[in-house]
């Protein structure tokens, strides 16, 4: 008989146990379409920014004349551009590095502009051309002082404005970005987009 109920006993803590590990585990689908769960920046405002501002940068007439003019100066090619940093001067995390490369991939893709690496990318290149001139036959290694020059520079932020009455709040964000030429520092065009949320949370809590 003891042994039936140290059986019994075992079952119902191995079951509790299995339910338990059930209960807690992570419940996991791909999702096809855009989601916002929590209020906070997210990846439909990733898209709408970039799909704006992009939209409105190739359409600027300050931009176009600039291309036209270095096309016409350069038997055709097309003026480089530069992506600088997007900084974030909101209240919350924000990978802005998200925003400057979809930005670049899209301006990339209109076939307007052609982009140069910089930051920690242009370093890994200069170290690796550096390194070919000592490591790589004279015929193959690429030669330095070759670089493509920009004519652009691409930069922009992010800022937010919060505001809160009881269960309600208000979330604002303001994305700007600028195209500079880099030898006269004229900016040639800038364009903000603003992402407004109204977020109510459930008052009662258990």
Not at 17 to 39: H, I, K, M
Not at 66 to 89: C, D, E, M, T
Not at 164 to 170: F, H, I, L, P, S
């Amino acid at each position: 008989m003891k042994y039936f109920f140290m059986c019994v006993i075992l079952v119902t803590i191995f079951t509790g146990c299995f339910t338990t590990l059930v209960s807690t585990a992570p419940v996991v689908s791909r999702v096809d379409s855009q989601t916002d769960l929590s209020g906070r920046w997210s990846d439909p405002d990733v898209e709408q920014v970039c799909r704006t501002l992009v939209s409105d940068c190739l359409g600027s007439i300050n931009v176009n004349q600039a291309v036209n003019q270095y096309k016409s100066r350069n038997y055709g090619s097309k003026p480089a551009v530069l992506v600088g940093s997007f900084s974030n001067s909101s209240q919350e995390h924000i990978d802005t590095e998200i925003i400057s490369t979809k930005m670049e991939t899209a301006l990339l893709n209109s076939g307007v502009l052609d982009f140069v690496s910089g930051g920690a990318f242009r370093a890994e290149l200069r170290s690796e051309r550096n390194d070919q001139q000592y490591n790589a036959s004279e015929e193959s290694a690429a030669r330095l002082g070759k670089e493509l020059g920009a004519t652009f520079l691409l930069q922009g932020s992010v800022r937010t404005n919060f505001d809160r009455v009881g269960a309600t709040e208000a979330r604002t964000y303001y994305v700007s970005a600028q195209l500079t030429n880099i030898e006269t520092n004229r900016i040639l065009w800038k364009g903000e987009e603003t992402i407004r949320k109204q977020i109510t949370r459930p008052s009662t809590r258990w």
